[in-house]
T-cell receptor, first 114, second 113 residues
Framework: NAGVTQTPKFQVLKTGQSMTLQCAQD?????MSWYRQDPGMGLRLIHYSVGAGITDQGEVPNGYNVSRSTTEDFPLRLLSAAPSQTSVYFC?????????????FGPGTRLTVT | SQQGEEDPQALSIQEGENATMNCSYKTSINNLQWYRQNSGRGLVHLILIRSNEREKHSGRLRVTLDTSKKSSSLLITASRAADTASYFC?????????????FGQGTILTVHP
């Protein structure tokens, strides 16, 4: 199993540009989440999903959109990039209530907005 | 807002010593988890303790949970240089928030060979 994969690994955007961060998992996990990690802030939840077609907001959802059309994929869209969105983004997945809440993390995408 | 507060923010020890990290949180939880992050990498799950458990062990790791004080501690015994990493606690409130983790700011552990 590849586990949780994220693309791209690095990205530089100009203010106002849009882009999609890709996340995929091959473990048939129900739950998927997006976090951002800023220096000294730990991780903060952006959006999460408990299954295909179901998404919910986390702590810091503004400026981001998500959709979950399949169990495997959970893309994160930046609508109009701002310098405040410069961060490292992590996608995570877990089995959820059926088995375990242990989350498996991808390697991260380092995003810089200039 | 950050649910967990971790203490200390940084810890430097010699190989073979024990390392203890503490986590406090504000609201009631269903479970509390500890994760490790090596520099520039994703997080790796270490251990999960449920709200009705007081202590849990996994190899050289020992986690305690005191729900009356809303606090948890992670003990790593006989530390190795390879344990050098950042350690995060994360809480899951359960209910309609199952799976929504709230992370602390982390403890940076450095183990000197």
């Amino acid at each position: 199993n590849a586990g949780v994969t994220q693309t791209p690994k690095f990205q530089v955007l100009k203010t106002g540009q849009s882009m999609t961060l890709q996340c995929a998992q091959d473990m048939n996990h129900e739950y998927m989440s997006w976090y951002r990690q800023d220096p000294g802030m730990g991780l903060r939840l952006i959006h999460y999903s408990v299954g295909a077609g179901i998404t919910d907001q986390g702590e810091v959802p503004n400026g981001y959109n998500v959709s979950r059309s399949t169990t495997e994929d959970f893309p994160l869209r930046l609508l109009s990039a701002a310098p405040s969105q410069t961060s490292v983004y992590f996608c995570a997945s877990s089995y959820g209530q059926v088995r375990s809440y242990e989350q498996y993390f991808g390697p991260g995408t380092r995003l810089t907005v200039t | 807002s950050q649910q967990g507060e971790e203490d200390p923010q940084a810890l430097s020890i010699q190989e073979g010593e024990n390392a203890t990290m503490n986590c406090s949180y504000k609201t009631s939880i269903n479970n509390l988890q500890w994760y490790r992050q090596n520099s520039g990498r994703g997080l790796v799950h270490l251990i999960l303790i449920r709200s009705n458990e007081r202590e849990k062990h996994s190899g050289r790791l020992r986690v305690t949970l005191d729900t009356s004080k809303k606090s948890s501690s992670l003990l790593i015994t006989a530390s190795r240089a390879a344990d050098t990493a950042s350690y995060f606690c994360a809480t899951d409130a359960g209910g309609t928030s199952y799976g929504k983790l709230t992370f602390g700011q982390g403890t940076i552990l450095t183990v000197h060979p």
